[in-house]
């Protein structure tokens, strides 16, 4: 069986076809359109040149669906419709011309999707998590039950270069802005330090991981002094940043850093040594959960009376 999963979120419009057996999948197709979300955001709505975009962008994910003979497509946005005034208004103009039917995700539901993610490749029994994307960032502590707290945040890495960030690089004074930001929001949702490894997911964590294994060293595990670091030369050169970032994540020249420093600000505020980062997030979660649901045995008539007594 094959599934396509089309993730709408506020950097990229991703597609991943996913060929499943059993209970096991691979992905088979990996695409990424640039959603343009927050550059077509005027004022608290989504322009109409920005809804054309994402719909032509459906429109070529679905030909692709069409060419790996996809037998199931499903569609979900995260943050990227969440801060919008008019997101009924894209979602029916999108199901009018495409006939996709987008599903508006919650932050406690992306939450239990990176779990579901992490669960999959990660050992842990707790922890905390986050997924950094280009509109919001979901953070949540879990144990081996599932997620104990989460909350997603409108500090994603476009969203955060956009309100903190004057230039392409930003300055250690408006860096230490964007960690204050993170560490009062947490703290205003009633997040506690807890020690330990940030297990990091999303697209800037992944381009972070990148750029440090360019740099410092290959691997995963990146140290909170190394990040600290990294952020503090790229601001002293941002000329020489620029060059360097636009060779390992050209496309996030701008948001590379801001990122950097909202994963920093998680970390201060959580009282983590470092962060791990994994190549999952929502996307596989939300493949898991699919599975799970095809796995659970059809309820019996029996079941079904008990269940409306």
Known sequence: MRIG????????????IFETEDREYRSIYDFAIYSKIV???????????????????????????????????????????????NAEDVLEQVEFRTGMKIRMISGDEEAEYDYLALKSISDSESG??????????????????????????PLGS??????????????????????????????????????????AMGGTAKAIQKLYNATIKKGNE????????????????????????AEVAPKRIR????????????????????????AVGVREGFMESILNDDTKPEPSLLDLILGNI
Do not use: W
């Open 5 to 16: 999963i089309i993730d709408f979120g506020t950097n990229t419009l991703r597609l991943d």
């Open 39 to 85: 550059e077509n955001t005027v004022g608290t709505s989504l322009s109409q040149d920005g809804i054309e975009h994402i719909i032509q962008a459906i429109e070529e994910h679905q030909q692709a669906c069409r060419h790996y003979r996809c037998d199931r497509v499903e569609c979900f946005s995260t943050a990227s419709l969440r801060y919008i005034d």
């Open 128 to 153: 905390i998590g986050c997924d950094l994307g280009g509109g919001s960032i979901q953070v949540f502590t879990y144990d081996k039950n599932g997620p104990i707290k989460s909350a997603s945040f």
């Open 158 to 199: 476009s969203r955060t270069a956009k309100r903190f960030s004057k230039g392409n690089v930003p300055t250690e004074d408006e860096i230490s802005a964007i960690e204050k930001c993170v560490g009062d929001s947490l703290s205003e949702e009633g997040f506690c330090p807890c020690g330990g490894m940030l297990f």
């Open 222 to 245: 990146i140290s909170l002094k190394e990040l600290e670091l990294m952020m503090k030369l790229l601001a002293e050169r941002p000329d020489e940043a620029v060059e360097l970032i």
């Open 255 to 278: 948001t590379l850093v801001p990122g950097m420093a909202v994963l920093s600000g998680v970390m201060k505020k959580m009282g983590c040594s470092g962060m791990e980062i994994h």
